[in-house]
Nanobody
Framework: QVQLAESGGGLVQAGGSLKLSCAASGRTFRSNAMGWFRQAPGKEREFVATINWSSGSTYYADSVKGRFTISRDNAKKMVTLQMNSLKPEDTAVYYC??????????????WGQGTQVTVSS
């Protein structure tokens, strides 16, 4: 069984920064990547970024490219999402997920509980 624990959400003004963290524990060996997704009120959950545990390869949604950076610490089984130049449209519940290196949420089998990010204008 896998457990994912997110932290770091909060309220920030537009143009500000936040860093989200996600720590994985349990049987993670079947997965090769961690991803971040988000869901805004009234909208479907969407892909944000993903990182391959071993190679460090990353992939970002166009909407966050150049503003968000995903990184990993293999020893700690932890992934962070550094979010800069935040916009009101980044407001959402952010979820980390463990699975295969992909932008499709169906490739991720384990999910965190979510952390709220609110960006005020």
């Amino acid at each position: 069984q896998v457990q994912l624990a997110e932290s770091g959400g909060g309220l920030v003004q537009a143009g500000g920064s936040l860093k989200l963290s996600c720590a994985a524990s349990g049987r993670t060996f079947r997965s090769n990547a961690m991803g971040w997704f988000r869901q805004a009120p009234g909208k479907e959950r969407e892909f944000v970024a993903t990182i391959n545990w071993s190679s460090g390869s990353t992939y970002y949604a166009d909407s966050v490219k150049g503003r968000f950076t995903i990184s990993r610490d293999n020893a700690k089984k932890m992934v962070t999402l550094q979010m800069n130049s935040l916009k009101p449209e980044d407001t959402a519940v952010y979820y980390c997920a463990l699975g295969q290196f992909s932008y499709w949420e169906g490739d991720f089998g384990s999910w965190g509980q979510g952390t709220q990010v609110t960006v005020s204008s």
